[in-house]
């Protein structure tokens, strides 16, 4: 199989993932180990950069006018519900960062670690099984709730197999919050937190003497970019209409078997 093919899987798998609550990181850790892929490690930089914007692409276009109601309300300075949404998003990228800084380095070992993916993907079940179940009550996503879920991101993002969409959804619904409220919220404070890692990503290439594509088919990043934006405009869509009509069971269902099935590898067969 050509690198422009397996670029392209992954760039599926990241732009489906990165929406759906079962775990982008997870997903691509399983989808590299299938698919053999072994890029070196200024090459794996390097795409992830390039799969990482395509995924805030493809938030920016989903939820442009959110978007633009963000900033008008961050540089109102009224004290409406835009500038306090605003607000909240900034809230909850606090702690997200906080956990990042503190815990990258003591986490950044477990990514490569199938065991931990499949025994997160169980966790990530349980929180979807019992938002679930929660009722719908059209309560909007509070200050102090807006921190806690925040928290669950940055664990989220540094955990492979704990979905950051599933973890985060889950926790404002099981806080009381209207689920498509929920939805919403977690699509819009992901993306700062996207936006930061490529950020960071180019630092610590340029720290490192720069990026170069010269080890990897050109073809392979614009075909992995294309395929990650265009699954992350779908997934995108699909997901809030999926939490409105309470099918998060569905993908619980999915991540026992996904887990279980990489636990038994990881243990048994690796």
Same mark, same amino acid.
């Given at each position: 199989?050509?690198?422009?093919?397996?670029?392209?899987?992954?760039?599926?798998?990241?732009?489906?993932?990165?929406?759906?609550?079962?775990?982008? +990181?997870?997903?691509?850790?399983?989808?590299?180990?299938?698919?053999?892929?072994?890029?070196? =490690?200024?090459?794996?930089?390097?795409?992830?950069?390039?799969?990482?914007?395509?995924?805030?692409? +493809?938030?920016?276009?989903?939820?442009?006018?959110?978007?633009?109601?963000?900033?008008?309300?961050?540089?109102? /300075?009224?004290?409406? =519900?835009? /500038?306090?949404? +605003?607000?909240?998003?900034?809230?909850?990228?606090?702690?997200?960062?906080?956990?990042?800084?503190?815990?990258?380095?003591?986490?950044?070992?477990?990514?490569?670690?199938? @065991?931990?993916?499949?025994?997160?993907?169980?966790?990530?079940? +349980?929180?979807?099984?019992?938002?679930?179940?929660?009722?719908?009550?059209?309560?909007?996503?509070?200050?102090?709730?807006?921190?806690?879920?925040?928290?669950?991101?940055?664990?989220?993002?540094?955990?492979?197999?704990?979905?950051?969409?599933?973890?985060?959804?889950?926790?404002?619904?099981?806080?009381?919050?209207?689920?498509?409220?929920?939805?919403?919220?977690?699509?819009?404070?992901?993306?700062?937190?996207? @936006?930061?890692?490529?950020?960071?990503?180019?630092?610590?290439?340029?720290?490192?003497?720069?990026?170069?594509?010269?080890?990897?088919?050109?073809?392979?990043?614009?075909?992995?970019?294309? $395929?990650? /934006?265009?699954?992350?405009?779908?997934?995108?869509?699909?997901?809030? =209409? @999926?939490?409105?009509?309470?099918?998060?069971?569905?993908?619980?269902?999915?991540?026992?078997?996904?887990?279980?099935?990489?636990?038994?590898? $990881?243990?048994?067969?690796?």
């Amino acid at each position: 199989m050509s690198e422009i093919i397996k670029a392209i899987i992954v760039g599926i798998v990241q732009g489906l993932t990165e929406f759906l609550p079962v775990s982008s +990181s997870g997903h691509i850790v399983i989808a590299q180990e299938i698919l053999n892929i072994k890029f070196d =490690e200024e090459d794996n930089l390097l795409f992830a950069i390039v799969l990482h914007c395509a995924t805030a692409l +493809s938030t920016i276009v989903i939820f442009r006018k959110d978007i633009a109601q963000i900033f008008k309300g961050l540089f109102q /300075f009224k004290n409406n =519900e835009e /500038f306090q949404f +605003s607000l909240k998003i900034v809230l909850s990228m606090i702690p997200a960062a906080l956990v990042g800084v503190l815990l990258k380095d003591t986490l950044e070992e477990l990514f490569s670690n199938l @065991l931990v993916v499949g025994c997160m993907l169980l966790v990530t079940a +349980s929180l979807l099984y019992f938002a679930d179940k929660a009722k719908n009550t059209g309560k909007s996503v509070g200050y102090k709730d807006s921190f806690i879920i925040g928290i669950a991101q940055g664990f989220a993002a540094l955990l492979p197999g704990l979905s950051r969409s599933g973890s985060t959804i889950s926790t404002s619904i099981l806080l009381g919050n209207d689920k498509s409220k929920a939805a919403r919220f977690s699509f819009l404070m992901v993306l700062p937190l996207i @936006l930061g890692a490529t950020a960071k990503m180019f630092l610590d290439a340029n720290e490192t003497g720069g990026l170069s594509i010269d080890g990897m088919p050109i073809g392979a990043l614009i075909g992995g970019f294309i $395929a990650a /934006f265009l699954s992350g405009l779908l997934a995108c869509k699909w997901m809030i =209409e @999926l939490v409105k009509k309470a099918k998060l069971t569905y993908f619980s269902v999915y991540c026992v078997i996904v887990g279980l099935l990489v636990i038994s590898y $990881a243990m048994f067969l690796k």
